[in-house]
């Protein structure tokens, strides 16, 4: 191999949309003559962009994960090697990886740590939100929903309970749509009380970056919904039971989540290489990082320039997937000593749920809404899990 050290293995970090997908590519091009380590700290994939489903999640007994796939039975018969930890700190210059369980040298190196919440700043916001962007969260969150659904028999008169959701952007109007058209009664008992939601859109545009279409339909269906959408206004502080506005205004709830965004997580924002916005590294074309051979940075870590748009292409799990097979193709490229290729973001689509049954999305810049639409991101969700599951190459929108 070029550059890097021969005896050392390919070293995958996280096991998400981006890095399941280059364990499995890389194994798929060489049949296993590149050796793979693929390292997570839990042995399960995670649907994450089904995690906004909590009226489901709810539901379901606490034994049973809905939004997991066991790794231990995708990666059978590969060779992949999946070792368990958490990533502590990545030593570039030393070619090793930090985990809780010890080090591991690598050769090659894919970073796919995806990312965490970011609170600005905003007091209290940390300690008293629930956020969607782990299971372990949004396992949280659906069990307290259910406890104030189930108490909310005897809130006195005619009170409802009310949630907040902080962010305007698409994972923020998924869960409200969520929250408001789940029936709690079947979940919390026949006299919990219907909630009121209210959505903190913030300074940015509702749904910014998304087709007008889309939006236009979002905000229909909110207000269908009976979601109060806020926008314009940031939250300044959060205490238990009260998100407070930058117009002054106070908002009393019985729990608030925060939808509001993402940056890289530590042991990439501590890293000694170029970064973009929210602490993502900048990486180049061919999302290798400069100045460090065979060293990958992929999905949410990586900000990429997109030259169709004149921004970055985004932090989803469908340009996690398309990077993910250019970054494969290239680490072995790499090993074999041959030329890298750039990567070109083509998206196939956009859906953005809608609460139960419904949701709004441009496929192909053909508009689709309502029920249809529902059924195509359940049908590409569904598909996506068979195809980890098999093996075979993914694709989501
Ligand atoms: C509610 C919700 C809905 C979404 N809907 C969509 C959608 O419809 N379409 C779309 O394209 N995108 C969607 N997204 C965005 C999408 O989920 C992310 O862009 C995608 O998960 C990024 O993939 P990734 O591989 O970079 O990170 P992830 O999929 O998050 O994977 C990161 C992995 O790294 C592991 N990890 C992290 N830190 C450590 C550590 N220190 N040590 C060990 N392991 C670690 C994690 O356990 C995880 O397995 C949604 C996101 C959310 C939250």
Redesign the pocket.
């Known amino acids: 191999m070029t550059g890097t050290g021969a005896s050392d293995p390919a070293v995958i970090?996280?096991?998400?949309?981006?890095?399941?997908t280059i364990a499995q590519e890389v194994h798929r091009r060489t049949r296993g003559k590149i050796p793979v380590v693929l390292?997570?700290?839990?042995p399960v994939?995670?649907l994450?962009?089904?995690?906004?489903e909590v009226g489901k999640l709810a539901s379901s007994g606490e034994q049973v994960d809905p939004w997991v796939v066991p790794l231990a039975g995708v990666l059978e018969g590969t060779a992949v090697e999946f070792r368990q930890?958490?990533?502590?700190r990545i030593d570039l210059d030393g070619r090793t990886v930090v985990?809780d369980t010890g080090p591991i040298r690598f050769g090659s190196l894919a970073i796919?740590?995806?990312?965490?919440a970011a609170y600005f700043g905003v007091p209290g916001a940390a300690e008293n939100t629930h956020q969607?962007?782990?299971l372990s969260g949004?396992k949280r969150l659906a069990a307290a929903i259910r406890d104030v659904e189930r108490a909310s028999a005897s809130l006195p008169g005619e009170r409802r309970p009310r949630f907040v959701v902080v962010g305007g952007g698409?994972?923020g109007t998924?869960?409200s749509s969520e929250i408001a058209t789940t029936d709690w009664t079947g979940i919390a008992g026949p006299a919990a009380r219907p909630p009121a939601v209210f959505q903190v859109v913030g300074a940015l545009p509702f749904l910014a970056g998304f087709p007008g279409s889309v939006v236009e339909r979002a905000r229909r269906s909110l207000r269908e919904a009976g979601v109060v959408l806020l926008p314009g206004v940031n939250v300044t502080r959060v205490d238990p039971g009260r998100v407070a506005l930058e117009d002054g205004s106070v908002l009393a709830c019985d729990l608030a989540v925060w939808?509001a965004g993402l940056e890289a997580?530590?042991?990439v924002k501590s890293l000694p290489v170029p970064h973009g916005r929210a602490g993502r590294i900048a990486a180049d074309r061919t999302l290798e990082i400069p100045g460090h051979a065979g060293v990958f940075a992929?999905?949410?870590?990586v900000e990429l320039p997109d030259p169709r748009t004149g921004g970055t292409v985004?932090?989803?799990?469908?340009?996690?997937l398309g990077e993910?097979r250019t970054a494969a193709r290239n680490l072995v490229a790499r090993w074999n000593g041959r030329p890298l290729v750039p990567f070109e973001y083509r998206e196939r689509g956009?859906?953005?749920?809608l609460g139960i049954g419904r949701a709004a999305g441009a496929v192909r810049a053909v508009p689709i809404w309502g029920s249809p639409a529902a059924l195509l991101?359940h049908l590409v969700?569904r598909d996506y899990a068979r195809a980890v599951e098999r093996g075979e190459p993914p694709s989501?929108?």
């Open positions: 970090l996280g096991a998400g949309y981006a890095g399941l390292v997570d700290r839990n994939h995670v994450r962009t089904q995690l906004y930890g958490s990533v502590e985990l796919c740590l995806g990312s965490v969607v962007y782990r949004a698409s994972t998924e869960l939808c997580p530590p042991p992929v999905g949410d870590v985004p932090a989803t799990a469908q340009a996690a993910a956009v859906v953005v749920a991101k969700q989501l929108i």
